[in-house]
């Protein structure tokens, strides 16, 4: 069944989780203050299911059970449900204003899905039988999974087999009649800690001699070997400060990244989705990529909404919003936020049914829409830095807004507008800061840029799929050329 959000954090604590962060073992991650914001995001997903008015979006009919199921674990079965993930992944956008987490499971998952039966097909393998048993379990206890695709990749010259250290591409090092042993390690992955499963997946097409690394499986993200390293983010520690409510700008909600460390980890044959198969690996990929670069259709959106709102709220507060560069530039900020949504609708509208029967996006489209996604959320974050005036950056810390001896300054020359508590001022701003170059940025920025996929990685499919023979053929036949 569906767990609550409240069932979700206390299954959480039953994780053994080999985590490190700032020199030290962690050894309660759900109340650690650096974390938590990102296990309220992750939670979002379980306490947005719970509620009837957006049980359209947030719910699912399961393919494999005929269950109810939280989306996020649903394998798409029409164009119909790849539109609603999307605008699911806007509307977390909206209430988290941060990385909600849990849709790199559900891309993989689908990705895994389809590719495994088109192994068994081609190899007479039994992966996808593996891989159902294992995603029933996944949906018939609403567990939060965490898809790893990026490895740390060494020298990028250099394909796996041939690096220096043989781990720096993850791969099986050791094979036993029981299963397989795998070494190296996954970066950035977000979500991990509040993840009760890891489903890890080749990060490259793999060749010949590659054998050892085209390998897919699933185990508990506390199993035995693994050790996390956290990523920090800027201005982080401010939510370990005293006064941590106005300065972090988002007190809620957050996201994290980290290092996975698999040091020897024993694989179960039927955990295992790949093996070998060289030739699949680059199918896995560009199908989790492809839905991967959907999902920013909706998830950035969803936060640029946020930036957007704030920024207006900000021009209000100073009494700038009337102005008619104010306006224009707040259109600007909703055109480009629009134009990313409209790519992701119409990749999911665009979709195809796979060999396996569940729908995967227009791949050429998702490129495109991703694309799209490494510049526009940088256009709107500096229009709304443009709004919001230089002290977004030089306010005063909340600490001196509490101090008897500088708060009356403080309330007096911040003001703004006389009617709007200066305090409501400074959290817009403080807001602002926090999406644009804060913790937040993270999230609405860099990961922007890489996150599913560096931009250069979309021109390579973009130019793949771009049939320019045909176009040619097209410009022939209207000018007339034999
Ligand atoms: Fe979901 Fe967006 Fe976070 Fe990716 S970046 S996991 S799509 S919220
Ligand atoms: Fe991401």
Redesign the pocket.
Known sequence: DMMTKDQYIESLRKLHLNLYSFGEKVENPVDNAIIRPSLN?FAATYELAEDPQYEDLMTATSNLTGKKINRFTHLHQSTDDLIKKVKM?RL??QK?A???????G??ASNAVYSTTYETDEACGTHYFDNFVKFWTDVQENDWAVDGAMTDVKGDRSLSPSKQADPDLFLHVVERTADGVYVTGAKAHQ??YINSHYVLVMPTISMREGDEDYAISFACPTDAEGITLILGRQSCDTRKTEEYNDIDVGNKVYG?HEVLVIFDHVFIPNEMIFLNGEVQFAGMMVERFAGY?RQ??G???V??GDVLIGATALAGDMAGSAKASHVKDKLIEMTHLNETLYCCGIACSSQGTKTRSGNYLIDLLLANVCKQNVTRFPYEIARLAQDLAGGLMVTQPSEADYRNPATHDYIEKYLKGVASVPTEDRMRVLRLIENMTMGTAAV?YLP??MH??GSPQAQRIMIARQSNLEMKKELAKKIARIK
């Open positions: 995001s992944q977390l956008g988290t941060a990385c909600f987490q849990r849709c790199v559900m891309d977000t979500g996201g991967h999902s920013y909706g998830c950035k969803g936060v999230g990961e922007s996150g599913a």
